[in-house]
């Protein structure tokens, strides 16, 4: 008896220790959870410090400041940037003279030397019109911005020697020597016959004032979509000789194949 008794006081230990080591890892699992729970949601979270970041470049800023100083660095150098333009555009009496012909070749030579470039607002095709004294532009978009049509004048004048062209005053150091000139436009011819009333001028009070004249700027003209822009040149047609009746070369024009066999024998 006394052996079995003492088996069953050390098999009640035994179970008594797993039942205790059992609770204990129990308590401790609850108690981590607990614990980990509290430091996720309660723990005060760490101060991040915002940085005053730098917002990135205006494109268009970035495109008319690169295309300015360009321009500008030409006024350094000795080179000559309007060698490309004809002395007709400097002689008001030759340049109307000039522009009063349907086709003249001022027109026809400015009309080949078209720029494109992919700009901000989309991709420009751009031109100098002789007769209007600007630049005509096609564009993908219907409204496009002086600034981007400005630099892109910049770039035309710089690559094709023309720097004259540039009109616009708040830009250039140096005034163009086609100032004066570009205003000459051939007048239409007046009618006679026609009468036309000439009001007479009042003179009011704010004809006593002095207006200071505005700025010259550089003009453009708007030619619409690309595809409208003809980059294949149309070439004259060659007209028809309208010969009538016999001439002089009718001789060697028909002559037949036994003449020619005859000449040919009979030459040494």
């Not at 300015?68 to 000795?78: A, H, S």
């Not at 940037?81 to 027109?107: C, G, Q, W």
């Not at 009746?245 to 030459?267: M, Q, R």
């Amino acid at each position: 008896m006394g052996n079995a008794q003492k088996r069953f006081k050390g098999e009640k230990r035994l179970k008594l220790f797993a039942y205790n080591r059992l609770m204990m890892n129990i308590l401790y699992f609850l108690f981590d959870s607990f614990y980990n729970v509290a430091i996720r949601y309660f723990k005060s979270k760490p101060v991040v410090l915002i940085q005053n970041k730098t917002p990135p470049p205006d494109p268009i800023i970035e495109f008319v400041k690169r295309r300015q100083d360009r321009l500008m660095r030409t006024y350094d150098n000795k080179t000559e940037m309007s060698v490309n333009i004809d002395p007709i555009f400097y002689d008001k009496v030759r340049f109307t003279e000039a522009m009063r012909a349907e086709h003249n070749h001022l027109e026809q030579k400015w009309k080949k030397c078209i720029l494109y470039e992919s700009t901000p607002r989309g991709n420009i095709f751009m031109y100098y019109d002789v007769y209007k004294s600007g630049f005509a532009y096609y564009a993908d978009q219907n409204c496009v911005p002086y600034a981007i049509l400005n630099a892109m004048a910049m770039r035309y004048v710089v690559v094709f020697f023309c720097r004259d062209f540039f009109m616009d005053e708040s830009i250039i150091t140096e005034l163009s020597k086609l100032r004066d000139v570009s205003d000459t436009k051939p007048k239409p011819k007046s009618d006679n016959n026609t009468q036309m009333a000439k009001l007479k001028k009042y003179k009011t009070s704010d004809d006593t004032t002095t207006t200071t004249p505005a700025s010259i700027r550089n003009k453009f003209i708007s030619m619409g979509k690309p595809y409208n822009l003809e980059i294949i040149q149309k070439t004259s047609k060659i007209p028809k000789l309208n010969m009538k009746g016999p001439t002089k070369f009718d001789a060697v024009f028909k002559l037949s194949y036994k003449d020619f066999k005859a000449a040919a024998a009979a030459a040494p």
